[in-house]
Every structure is written in structure tokens, then in C-alpha cells.
């Protein structure tokens, strides 16, 4: 007789139940070992999880000490998977190096793929005002665009002078395979919660997931969250800024409206850009002015903007030859534009920006779609916190000053950053340098151009 806690018998129903509905994740003999494992007559145990949970204390809430288990000991531990930390990841496990890449949702690409924002802006620029403009989101950025362009409705407007538009389905698709090609080991459905740190040195994060809290150890941290989530709770200085938030959806069925019945009619509004897929637009929102990691004004905000939605599409029904739109979706994820910004040993300035400005320890180019596609670099400096070690980040992080940060944030500058964050990751290990603000610049800078990137 073969005993048995209730857990592992869901475990190993589940598994075998999946295998049986959808073979393609099961192969015959890892479904028969699934069943052979089982025995014979079950005999249940219940077995009690052991628990420490938080307690009310003299009126507050305390909680108490524990040891959480270590899931993984990586080189580069890359937190938050949207542009810039799949970039990051598959740059610095191409370098060769152990990565892991863990994010709180279910898929990858943040708010280029869950908050709907699928316009590629400021991936070309010009060296100078005046002069003809050229790509500078290559290497791993331009692949993305080759790879999406090769597949069906991945990519369109992919032409000079045009800024090109993704599908979020098809682009999680391809960060997955490139991820997957590259062997990083990731973690979906895992929030940073914390920083592991010995001093001021950043040893890796803590996550909470259904299996409960979790440990990965690591040489190197990026931090991809987008709001700075690991480097504040390293004790980075940083400030936190208010930005516009607002929600995107899309429409459908708008190549079905019925011209016919809009004579005399003035012309539709709120139907947003195109999209890959024929009839279907995205529609941006800019919102008002949030902090974007107040739980209270997001929640807020968050309901606000799905009645704003709603019923703009309920009066744009309204309007003849429309019987055929329907609203597609409203975006998983608000869109937060800027929250925490890292306090660099360097920032980014719009005057800097404008009067082209060079950094000994530039790493990357972008484009300005706010300033005549002026290129601009960005320095490793802008990445490093001014106190704590063994800790960057990339993306709209970035250490840049206020005016900077529609540049900051688009999903081409998070491209070029993270692909610069992470070979300087690869380079700090593979060197075995005592703290990643020592890293060869030089060297970084070398990988890069192997792996394609635009130095000038």
C-alpha cells in the first residue's frame, strides 16, 4: 500500500490530466512513469503545511523571521521581462553566462505586449539636426523587428520614416522563442518582493509565488521591473516621479464600417492606429498625472479609465455604419509610464540630448521622437546607483532628468538599454570583477559589437 499526501496526488493527477488533454506537453513514457508513480490502493495522509504566518502584535502587524528556500543560483539575475529585460536576459546568455529571468505575469514583453503600447518610437535618428536619419535600435532590437516582419500579421509600416507597429500575441510569441533559444531559465508568476543584500551588495532577490516565497542567488542584478522594485528595496537612491497613466484597448471590425450610412456624417473619432491585423486599432490614453506605485491610485485609476472606455465605445455605437465595431480588449496592464528613477552616477539631460553630448562610458544610442529624432547615447553611468553594488538597471529606470522621459521610456531606448545592461552584466562575471561599476568598458563595448549593436 502506498501512502500519500493529498498534495502530491493533485500534483501528479494534474500533470497526467494535462499530458492526457494535451499530448504535445507530455510524452507517452512521462505520462506512464506519472501513472505507474501513483501505486496502487491510495491510503491519504493529510499532511499540515508547516506555517509561520504574520501575527497583530500591540496593534501592528508583525512578521516574524523565517528561511526561504533557494530556487536558483544564476550569474545574471534579470528582473521584470518586458523590452528591456528579454534583451537583457538574451544578450547576456548569449555572452555565455547563466541567466535567469524572472516576471510577475504570465508572459512576456510588459507594456509592449500586456499594456497594448505597440508602436515602436525612437528606433532612428539622426547624428545631427539636418542630416538624413539612420537605424540606431540594432543588434538584438533589430532582430526582434526582422524576426516579427517574418512572421504572419507580426510587424507593419516596417519601412523608412515610418514608425513600425507590433502585434502583442505575435511579439510574446517571438520573446519566448528567443528566450528559449538562448537557454535562459525563467520564472513566470513570481513578484519581487525584496532584495538580498550583504552590506550594500546586492546578492539577489526574493519572490512571492504560489509555492511561497522564493530565493535566486546572483553575481549580478538587473532590474527590469520598469518601477525600480528591487533597487529601492537595495536602499538605491531614487526618486519617484508623477507621469501620465492611462489604459489602451482596441477596436475590431473597423475595415467592416459601413461608409455608406456615414454621408454627411462628421468623421469618427477615438478609432486609434493601426495595427498588423486588418481592422483592428490600438487606442492610446495618456491619463492624468499618477504615482504609479500607489496600490490605492492605481486601483482608482484602474476603474476610472475601463468606464471611460466603455462608454466612449458605447457612444462611438451610436454612430451610423458602425454595427459591425466591437471593442476588442482593454489592456491586462495599466499603462504607468515613469515611476521610480534611479539616482545614477550619471544622468541623462535634455540640453545633453541636444547638444549631443558624449560619455566616456557610453554604452548605447537611441533616437528622440520628441526632438527631430536627434540621437542621444546612453552611459553605463546612467545605470549604476550612486550606493549600492552589483545592481543596474535599464529601461525607464534609467537615471535621466524629467524632460527626458518620453525618450527614456519607449520600448526602443528599453531595446538598446537592456542590451547594454545585460553584456555589462556578462562582462562583470565572466571577469570576475568585484563590483559591476568596475567593469572594462572597452570589453562591454566589444560584445556589443559582436552581437551587432549600433556604437556609432
Not at 538624413?132 to 523608412?160: D, K, T
Not at 528599453?414 to 555589462?424: F, I, L, N, T
Request: proline residues 4%; hydrophobic residues 40%.
Amino acid at each position: 500500500m502506498t501512502s500519500i499526501s493529498r498534495r502530491d496526488l493533485l500534483k501528479s493527477t494534474l500533470t497526467t490530466a494535462a499530458g492526457a488533454a494535451a499530448g504535445m506537453f507530455l510524452s507517452p513514457q512521462s505520462a506512464k512513469a506519472d501513472e505507474s508513480s501513483l501505486g496502487g490502493k491510495l491510503n491519504f495522509v493529510e499532511v499540515a503545511d508547516e506555517v509561520n504566518p504574520c501575527r497583530v502584535e500591540n496593534g501592528a502587524v508583525v512578521r516574524p523571521a523565517r528561511t526561504i528556500p533557494t530556487i536558483s543560483e544564476t550569474d545574471v539575475l534579470v528582473v521584470g521581462a518586458g523590452p528591456a529585460g528579454c534583451t537583457a536576459a538574451i544578450a547576456a546568455a548569449r555572452a555565455g553566462v547563466k541567466v535567469t529571468l524572472v516576471e510577475r505575469y504570465n508572459h512576456f514583453g510588459g507594456l509592449a505586449t500586456g499594456g497594448l503600447v505597440l508602436v515602436i518610437l525612437g528606433h532612428w535618428a539622426r547624428q545631427s539636426k539636418g542630416e538624413q536619419p539612420f537605424s540606431c535600435c540594432q543588434g538584438i532590437g533589430e532582430e526582434y523587428m526582422q524576426r516579427l516582419e517574418a512572421m504572419p500579421l507580426g510587424i507593419v509600416n516596417r519601412r523608412h520614416g515610418v514608425n513600425p507597429t507590433i502585434d502583442a500575441e505575435a511579439y510574446k510569441y517571438l520573446l519566448q522563442e528567443m528566450l528559449t533559444e538562448a537557454n535562459v531559465e525563467i520564472l513566470l508568476h513570481s513578484w519581487a518582493t525584496d532584495a538580498i543584500m550583504s552590506g550594500n551588495v546586492c546578492k539577489g532577490a526574493i519572490f512571492e509565488c504560489k509555492s511561497g516565497p522564493q530565493a535566486i542567488l546572483a553575481k549580478q542584478v538587473i532590474d527590469t521591473t520598469g518601477d525600480g522594485d528591487i533597487f529601492a528595496a537595495a536602499g538605491a537612491k531614487h526618486q519617484v516621479r508623477k507621469f501620465a497613466a492611462g489604459l489602451v484597448h482596441t477596436l475590431g471590425g473597423l475595415n467592416q464600417i459601413d461608409n455608406s450610412k456615414r454621408q454627411g456624417q462628421p468623421p469618427l473619432r477615438g478609432l486609434g492606429s493601426v495595427t498588423p491585423v486588418p481592422g483592428l486599432n490600438w487606442v492610446n490614453m495618456s491619463g492624468p498625472q499618477a504615482n504609479g506605485v500607489d496600490v490605492k491610485e492605481l486601483t482608482r485609476l484602474e476603474l476610472a479609465h475601463r468606464k471611460h472606455i466603455w462608454e466612449n465605445y458605447l457612444n462611438l455605437k451610436k454612430q451610423p455604419g458602425t454595427d459591425n465595431v466591437f471593442l476588442a480588449q482593454t489592456a491586462p496592464q495599466m499603462g504607468v509610464r515613469i515611476t521610480r528613477v534611479i539616482d545614477g552616477v550619471e544622468t541623462i539631460t535634455w540640453q545633453g540630448m541636444e547638444s549631443n553630448q558624449e560619455f566616456d562610458d557610453f554604452l548605447a544610442y537611441s533616437g528622440s521622437w520628441n526632438a527631430n529624432h536627434q540621437r542621444w547615447q546612453i552611459p553605463f553611468g546612467a545605470m549604476l546607483p550612486q550606493n549600492v553594488e552589483n545592481i543596474i538597471t535599464a529601461g525607464r529606470s534609467l537615471s535621466g532628468e524629467h524632460r527626458m522621459s518620453d525618450d527614456i521610456r519607449v520600448i526602443p531606448t528599453c531595446w538598446v538599454s537592456g542590451h547594454a545592461a545585460g553584456c555589462a552584466a556578462a562582462v562583470a562575471v565572466k571577469t570576475n570583477v568585484d563590483y559591476i561599476r568596475n567593469v572594462d568598458i572597452p570589453a562591454v563595448r566589444d560584445l556589443l559589437r559582436t552581437q551587432k549593436a549600433y556604437l556609432g
